[in-house]
Each structure stands twice: as structure tokens, then as C-alpha cells.
């Protein structure tokens, strides 16, 4: 109980303080603040509408535009907005990093935006990990037994091999991100392997995220998606997205033992008795 009332109490104050902090902006564009008085809101009722998670390519979008016009007054307070609202999410294990990623892309550029989806992936993944390791290990073997079982079979047999065997998770994820991060302290993981296979093995997923909120940005018309410099990009994104995966599935062919797992981490017979049961 009292791991359960520690962690409600973290997650509390990190709402409230990521509240205040957006609802709290500092003074606008003069854009910005014609943007909403055209659409007969005040500056305050626009800035409500806007300031939220995106959940779909519209309001993405939307977000980036009013994001990149506060930029160019208030840089370092995007920046630390940006930098709550991502470690939010990764810390308490929230799904929508995906789009936190291209908005990263679409508001700090393509490199830019991917040093700092690279490093807020692997510190929120870090913090979720403790967060685990100090209030919900009992909790995570409470709900997911089954999995938990499998995956610390998994790891025992790839324990001189630990570092590429996280790797391969994170290029196929075979188990959701959220749930390694959870499920680690659980199976003993060390910290610092842990770390840098969060590290290396997201930047795929993460370059991949980025450069499509970049493009989505700078796309304007039909016109541009069949640009040689959108071609390129599109070309680079699936070359990051190929040539990683490749290689580490060419050495788990000879070095690993991930038999037995399906996409959610289950066996092939769980997934069995699971249909005898239905």
C-alpha cells in the first residue's frame, strides 16, 4: 500500500507541475495572438485548445505550428515544455511516444529533433525503470505473471549474450516498450545495460518518427511529397529502418534464443491454451 500512495504521489505532483507550466505560457507572437482573435478566441481560450497531447496527425500539426511560433521568442520554455511533457509520458509508461517523436521533428528540426528524442527516450525509459524497481515490482509480478515468466526464461538463456538480446527487443518489439521498461528490475537487468540498449536500440524508431514529423512539416502540397529532397528522405528512412533490424536478426540467428515468442511477448503455447479456452 504504501508503494501504491509513493507512487501516486509522484505522479501527482509531475501532473501538476506539467500543468502549470503549460497553462502558464509566457506572451505570444504577435501571429500567434492574430490566429486566435481571428477565430474570435482570446488569447487564453486558444492557448487551452492547444496545449495537449496530440492524438492524431491534425492536431499534430496544429500543436507544431503554434510550438514553432512560440519558439522563436521563448526557445529554452518549448524546450523545457517539451522536455516535461516527453519524460511524462516515458516515466509513467503512457503510450503516444510516436507522436511526441514527430513533433519533436517537426518543431526543433530533423537532428536536433533527434537528440533530443534519443536522450528524453532512454532518461524517461530510465526513470520508468526505477520507478519500477522502487514501487511496483510486486505489482508488475501481480498482473503479468505469464509474461514475466516467459521473459526471465528468455533472459536467463541469453544471459551471456544480455546486451544484443535487449537490443533485438527493442528493434523487434516482441514485448511493447512500456512493458520492458516495467518488467526489467523485475528480471534483474543492470542498470547501464539497461540503459544503452534503450539508447541504441530506439534510435531507429526514433530517426524514423523524427524525419516524418519533419517532412509532414515542411510538406505543403501533393507537389512536394514527389520532391527528389522528400524522395531522399524517404529512402534514408527505410535504409534505418532495414539495415539495423537486419543485422541484429542475422546475429540472433546464431547467438540468441528468442524461440516461443510472439509479437505480445507470449508463448506459442499460451497463445494455445488461450484458444482451447475460448
Not at 520554455?77 to 519533436?104: D, E, R
Not at 503479468?144 to 551471456?160: C, G, M, T, W, Y
Not at 524508431?205 to 502540397?221: A, D, K, Q
Request: hydrophobic letters at 45%; a positive charge; aromatic letters at 12%.
Amino acid at each position: 500500500m504504501r508503494s501504491l500512495a509513493g507512487l501516486a504521489a509522484i505522479v501527482a505532483a509531475a501532473s501538476v507541475f506539467l500543468y502549470l507550466l503549460s497553462t502558464h505560457l509566457p506572451p505570444g507572437p504577435e501571429q500567434l495572438q492574430a490566429r486566435g482573435q481571428d477565430r474570435g478566441l482570446d488569447r487564453g481560450e486558444d492557448r487551452d485548445y492547444m496545449l495537449k497531447f496530440p492524438s492524431d496527425l491534425d492536431e499534430l500539426r496544429e500543436l507544431a505550428d503554434m510550438l514553432k511560433f512560440y519558439k522563436r521568442e521563448h526557445h529554452g520554455y518549448v524546450l523545457l515544455l517539451f522536455c516535461s511533457a516527453y519524460l511524462y509520458k516515458q516515466s509513467f509508461a503512457i503510450p503516444g511516444s510516436s507522436f511526441l517523436n514527430m513533433l519533436a521533428g517537426a518543431i526543433f528540426g530533423p537532428w536536433e529533433g533527434l537528440v533530443l528524442a534519443c536522450l528524453l527516450t532512454t532518461l524517461g525509459s530510465t526513470l520508468c525503470f526505477l520507478l519500477s524497481a522502487t514501487f511496483g515490482k510486486q505489482h508488475v509480478l501481480h498482473f503479468f505473471p505469464d509474461k514475466v515468466a516467459l521473459l526471465h526464461r528468455k533472459v536467463e538463456e541469453n544471459r551471456s549474450s544480455l546486451f544484443f538480446f535487449l537490443l533485438f527487443l527493442r528493434f523487434f518489439p516482441m514485448t511493447p516498450n512500456w512493458f520492458l521498461n516495467i518488467t526489467c528490475p523485475v528480471l534483474n537487468i543492470p542498470m547501464p545495460i539497461f540503459f544503452f540498449s534503450v539508447l541504441i536500440g530506439l534510435i531507429p524508431y526514433n530517426f524514423i518518427c523524427v524525419r516524418t514529423g519533419s517532412m509532414l512539416s515542411e510538406i505543403s502540397s501533393l507537389d512536394d511529397i514527389f520532391s527528389w529532397s522528400t524522395l531522399a528522405q524517404l529512402l534514408a528512412i527505410a535504409l534505418v529502418a532495414l539495415v539495423p533490424g537486419a543485422l541484429i536478426k542475422r546475429y540472433s540467428e546464431g547467438h540468441l534464443k528468442v524461440d516461443g515468442m510472439d509479437g505480445n511477448g507470449s508463448s506459442r503455447e499460451e497463445i494455445k491454451k488461450e484458444r482451447k479456452r475460448r
